[in-house]
Each structure stands twice: as structure tokens, then as C-alpha cells.
């Protein structure tokens, strides 16, 4: 059967790795091997590593207008090309659509990376003091390191390479080992608009690759996206070895539906985003309260989900793909049980779907459980499969009391059609990434990607101007041009006030 061997991408060549260790890939639909993955042998991420520090001498020397007119038509490659959302689909399971949406996310990163020429601005304060100025630099900071997590096998990696190496900085890449197809065609792309050898590395693997990552001293700042298991750990690694880490991580976010909202715009976007991507996003809205009489909304919520179609993501109508495994199957599973056996009301069960001609998919149906309460399991983890789960408060401070409590941070919205309750809402609420009447709030790209709290690890996120300040250190110039006949004629030994 079709099962290719995803290689390494080293010093600007794609080369078999010479590992006894491999790792299948699953067509989740199917449960079949469409590929498999290397773990890279230890002298293979030391020779990816030494490929990024020799190349960074000459790009970070590079002009910025050559690292723009490089990004510039990766931007063109990406539009046009074919093939990224079909290995998504075929590595990750969404549906076709949702994964072209994946690629134009990751897209308009590249667009934005584009804008460097004007992003990597510094200040300058002329006259200071007498003949005196200021003004600070932007520059790269070395090699930097992404880890990538599955659910987004295009988007993700883009919001860490392409920031990074338009600032000047050479990169290693270590993708998900469910997903590893996208990320070597966009080495393709690049490597095609121009990327000198060396300035994109691949390694893959797991836990021997991340540990890799942190400990090595040339790296010099980190992205993770990813489990909050994963990122605390890289967090910590990287920060103790002295590196910049960035961590985005897991969620549970809240919406928060007001009587007076508009009910047929609420509950399409509850719907689509409790259950599109089959609930693998990182800003899925899992978890909805409804407050007074919104209640009554509950039933066609229930009738509007079923309506929804799972099948394999390349099945045209497809609205539901499946999870990426089989445990993660497993593991949704058991937290709709835990839900039912500690009191929660099953309003929709999508435990028994059945696809036809997909008896083996990791198929799961949109699963409604209301009469939730935050001592539930299913409450306290993230779920990350298509189960919204619902709560009831009786007022507008009850919800936000109940949001402010969960350890998360990274996105919430608020249905509603008054400006008032808008704006108190957005002002108390403790989470990141807000939406108004806005189910999944995830900010383009010259805005940064702010979760907060439980959510993110670091101090300075991805994308947008922090994604610069993340990739880029200061260095700041203080000059004194003197006419001839105003030299220093004698030394000054206090302190310059
Ligand atoms: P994951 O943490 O299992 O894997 C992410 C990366 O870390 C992979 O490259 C993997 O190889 C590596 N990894 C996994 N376990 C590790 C460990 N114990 N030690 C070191 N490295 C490890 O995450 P996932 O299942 O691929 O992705 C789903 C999670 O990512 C969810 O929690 C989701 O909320 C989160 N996520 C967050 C964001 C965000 O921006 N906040 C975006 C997407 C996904």
C-alpha cells in the first residue's frame, strides 16, 4: 500500500533518515498507514542545528529586502498551490474546506511577514543632549526552534518560521509526527521562492527531539503550540537553559449566551464552533452557559447539531471529520460518560455515528451535554472532540464569576445584542481573546495571538508586533557628532544628567 517516508530536511537537502526508530501516520478516517515518520537520530538534529548556526552568519547579514522578496512569493506558492489542504485532510481528518481555511490562516502570516520592511522599525530621539542621538536597532537573535502540534498542520507552522526567519534568524522546524506531509511542503515552497541551504531545518520525532530542542545551546528561543503537559515542560526546559520560550497551549473556552441575543445567529455559530474541525481547535467553543431565558434555545441547538454530516473530511457535504486517533477517540468517550455517570444531561449522543464506508474512523457525532456543573470532569478537562457541554447562570455576573474561576485563558465570546453588556463583558472577563457575537476570535495576524493565563506560557506572544519583539533583540545607539570646534577637552567623571 501508498505509504511514502516522510524525510528530513536538512542543510537545504531532503534526506532519508538513518533511524531503526519510525512512526506510522494514520488516515484518520480509515485508521490505514499512509506514511511514516522518522524519530531523527541524535547526529541528524546535530547536523540540522549546525546547518541553521552556519547559515545564520550570512542571513542574518542579508538585506531585509532580500528576506521580504523571499517571503513574497512563498505567499504567491501558497495561493496557488493544490496539495497542502489535501495532505491535511488525508494526515489530520478535517474536512476539505476546513483545511483550506487552515491554509489561508497560515497564509495571511506570510502576508503579514511580508510587512517586515516596515515591522522591524526602531525609534530614534534625536538631541537627546547636545549633538547627541538615540535610536535602537532590531536584529535577529540566532537559531530558533518551533514545536507544532496536529490540529493545525499548516497555520501553525506558519505562525512560527516565517515570522522567524523574515527577522533574520535561521529555524528549526519539529512538526506534530501525526502531520508531518504539510511542513515539508512548505520547505518545498520556500526552498523553490529561494531560502538559502541552512535558514529551514526539519528534524521529527518526539519526546528525544523536544528534549533536543530545549537543551541545545545554539537554539535561542522557542515556539510551542501544543498540551498544556507538553508546554509547561518546554516552558520550564527552555527558560532554565536561558532560552525565550513562547508557549501556547490548552483551553476550555466559554460562550456566554444573553436572552436578548439575536437566537439564529447564536446558535449557527455554537454549532459550527463547538463542532467544526470536530472540536480539535484550540479556540473550539466547547463549552456554552446559558443565561436566564436563553434556556429555551436548548432544543433547536440539539436539532440544528443533528443536522450536521460526519463523514470522511474528502466526502463532498462533509461537515464532521473524524479525531486523529483511535485513543483520542477513546478519550472523548469516556468523558461523555464521566458527564452522564457524575449527573450531566446527554441532549445528543454522538458515541454510536456511523459512516458508511468508514467503519474504522475515529468518528465521533456532535454530543450535547447540559446540567453541567464545574465539579465535572467533563468541566474540568479540555475535551478537544465535538462535545459542547452547557451551563446555566441567572445572571450576567454569575457567567463571568464561573469563567474567571476556570484556570483557562485562551478565548471566549459573548452573544448578545446590547452594547452595554458587550462592554462589561469584554472589561471583566480574565481570558485573552474575546469575541462579541464572535464565536471563534482568533486575531489576524498584525494582531498577536494574546490567550492568556492557563493558556500561554512566556511574555510575549505569537504573531503580530510581539511576535517581532519575540524573534528580534534591541540594541540601541547612543551617538555624539561634534563640530570640530566643540571637542571634549576634559574628561568627564560624574554621571551624564
Ligand atoms: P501535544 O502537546 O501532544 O503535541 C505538541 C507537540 O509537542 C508535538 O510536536 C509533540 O511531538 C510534542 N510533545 C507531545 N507530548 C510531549 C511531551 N510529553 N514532552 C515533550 N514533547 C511532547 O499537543 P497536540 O495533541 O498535538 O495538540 C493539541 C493541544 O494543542 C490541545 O491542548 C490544544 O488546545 C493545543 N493547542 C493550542 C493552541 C493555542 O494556540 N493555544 C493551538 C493549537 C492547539
Given at each position: 500500500s501508498f505509504s511514502p517516508t516522510t524525510k528530513l530536511f536538512i542543510d537545504g537537502k531532503f534526506v532519508e533518515s538513518n533511524t531503526s526508530e519510525w512512526l506510522d501516520v494514520h488516515n484518520p478516517a480509515t485508521n490505514e498507514v499512509v506514511g511514516r515518520v522518522p524519530k531523527a537520530t541524535q547526529e541528524e538534529m546535530l547536523a540540522a542545528v549546525d546547518s541553521c548556526t552556519r547559515a545564520f552568519h550570512s542571513w542574518s547579514e542579508t538585506s531585509i529586502l532580500s528576506r521580504q522578496q523571499i517571503f513574497l512569493p512563498v505567499y504567491f506558492l501558497l495561493m496557488f498551490q493544490k496539495e497542502l489542504a489535501k495532505i491535511i485532510t488525508l494526515e489530520q481528518g478535517k474536512t476539505l474546506a476546513d483545511a483550506e481555511g487552515d491554509v489561508f490562516r497560515g497564509l495571511q502570516v506570510v502576508e503579514h511577514a511580508c510587512s517586515i520592511t516596515s515591522l522591524m522599525l526602531g525609534e530614534t530621539l534625536p538631541s537627546i543632549t547636545k549633538d547627541?542621538?538615540?535610536?535602537?536597532?532590531?536584529?535577529?537573535?540566532?537559531?530558533?526552534a518551533g514545536i507544532a502540534p496536529f490540529n493545525f498542520p499548516a497555520m501553525i507552522p506558519l505562525w512560527m518560521f516565517p515570522i522567524g526567519m523574515v527577522c533574520g534568524n535561521t529555524y528549526?522546524?519539529?512538526?506534530?509526527?501525526?502531520?508531518?506531509?504539510?511542513?515539508?511542503?512548505?520547505?518545498?515552497?520556500?526552498?523553490?521562492?529561494?531560502?538559502?541551504?541552512?535558514?529551514?531545518?526539519?528534524?521529527?520525532?518526539?519526546?528525544?527531539?523536544?528534549?533536543?530542542?530545549?537543551?541545545?545551546?545554539a537554539i535561542k528561543?522557542?515556539?510551542?503550540?501544543?498540551?498544556?503537559?507538553?508546554?509547561?515542560?518546554?516552558?520550564?526546559?527552555?527558560?532554565?537553559?536561558?532560552?525565550?520560550?513562547?508557549?501556547?497551549?490548552?483551553?476550555?473556552?466559554?460562550?456566554?449566551?444573553?436572552?436578548?441575543?439575536?437566537?439564529?445567529?447564536?446558535?449557527n455559530q455554537l454549532v459550527g464552533a463547538a463542532f467544526?474541525?470536530?472540536?480539535?481547535?484550540?479556540?473550539?467553543?466547547?463549552?456554552?452557559?446559558?443565561?436566564?431565558?436563553?434556556?429555551?434555545?436548548?432544543?433547536?441547538?440539539?436539532?440544528?447539531?443533528?443536522?450536521?454530516?460526519?463523514?470522511?473530511?474528502?466526502?463532498?457535504?462533509?461537515?464532521?471529520?473524524?479525531?486523529?486517533?483511535?485513543?483520542?477517540?477513546a478519550r472523548v468517550e469516556s468523558l461523555i460518560q464521566f458527564g452522564v455517570d457524575e449527573g450531566a444531561k446527554l441532549l445528543l449522543d454522538g458515541r454510536n455515528v456511523k459512516v458508511q464506508g468508514y467503519d474504522n474512523g475515529n468518528f465521533v457525532g456532535p454530543t450535547i451535554l447540559s446540567h453541567v456543573t464545574p465539579n465535572m470532569t467533563c468541566y474540568k478537562e479540555e475535551i478537544f472532540g465535538p462535545v459542547l457541554i452547557i451551563l446555566e447562570a441567572d445572571s450576567l455576573d454569575e457567567a463571568i464569576s464561573l469563567i474567571n474561576r476556570n484556570p483557562y485563558g485562551n478565548g471566549t465570546a459573548i452573544f448578545t445584542s446590547n452594547g452595554a453588556t458587550a462592554r462589561k463583558y469584554t472589561h471583566e472577563v480574565d481570558v485573552g481573546q474575546i469575541g462579541v457575537n464572535v464565536p471563534i476570535p482568533v486575531p489576524l495576524p498584525m494582531f498577536s495571538f494574546t490567550g492568556s493565563r492557563g493558556s500561554f506560557r512566556g511574555d510575549t506572544n505569537f504573531y503580530g508586533k510581539q511576535?517581532?519583539?519575540?524573534?528580534?533583540?534591541?540594541?540601541?545607539?547612543?551617538?555624539?557628532?561634534?563640530?570640530?570646534?566643540?571637542?571634549?577637552t576634559s574628561p568627564a567623571v560624574t554621571m551624564p544628567t
Open positions: 547627541m542621538d538615540t535610536y535602537t536597532y532590531r536584529l535577529p537573535i540566532g537559531v530558533c528549526l522546524m519539529k512538526p506534530s509526527e501525526r502531520v508531518p506531509g504539510c511542513t515539508m511542503l512548505l520547505a518545498k515552497m520556500l526552498q523553490d521562492a529561494g531560502a538559502p541551504d541552512g535558514t529551514l531545518n526539519i528534524i521529527h520525532g518526539q519526546h528525544a527531539a523536544v528534549n533536543f530542542i530545549c537543551d541545545h545551546p528561543a522557542i515556539s510551542f503550540v501544543g498540551s498544556n503537559s507538553a508546554g509547561e515542560y518546554i516552558y520550564e526546559q527552555g527558560s532554565k537553559n536561558g532560552k525565550r520560550v513562547q508557549s501556547n497551549m490548552g483551553a476550555k473556552n466559554h460562550g456566554v449566551v444573553m436572552p436578548d441575543a439575536n437566537k439564529e445567529n447564536t446558535i467544526g474541525a470536530a472540536g480539535q481547535r484550540c479556540m473550539a467553543l466547547s463549552t456554552a452557559i446559558f443565561v436566564g431565558e436563553s434556556r429555551d434555545w436548548l432544543p433547536e441547538l440539539v436539532e440544528r447539531s443533528k443536522s450536521l454530516r460526519v463523514n470522511a473530511g474528502d466526502q463532498p457535504g462533509a461537515d464532521v471529520g473524524p479525531l486523529i486517533s483511535p485513543q483520542a477517540k511576535g517581532i519583539q519575540f524573534y528580534t533583540q534591541v540594541k540601541t545607539v547612543t551617538s555624539q557628532w561634534k563640530a570640530e570646534d566643540a571637542t571634549v
